[in-house]
């Protein structure tokens, strides 16, 4: 048994079938979890890289695409002159 950081219930884990960064659930609050050892089995919050790099992503392709008319504008202005 290992104890949820989060809301600190018992998250029953089969110490025989897991690896460290293999990820669980809290059956209590829900909240995702991550092997962060695995004599004794301890617990650790999972970290939210995915959500980060997608959000990281759609910064960047706005960018670009600011990024593509300011260089649009630029090039017709000194093309009229």
Request: hydrophobic fraction near 25%.
């Amino acid at each position: 048994m290992a104890t949820c950081p989060e809301c600190d219930a018992e998250v029953e884990v089969d110490e025989d079938d897991v690896d460290l960064g293999d990820d669980v659930s809290c059956p209590e609050c829900g909240q995702t979890l991550v092997i962060s050892n695995t004599d004794p089995i301890e617990l650790d919050f999972a970290p939210d890289d995915d959500e980060d790099d997608e959000d990281d992503d759609d910064v960047e392709d706005d960018e670009d695409e600011v990024d593509d008319e300011d260089e649009d504008e630029d090039g017709a202005d000194w093309e009229e002159e």
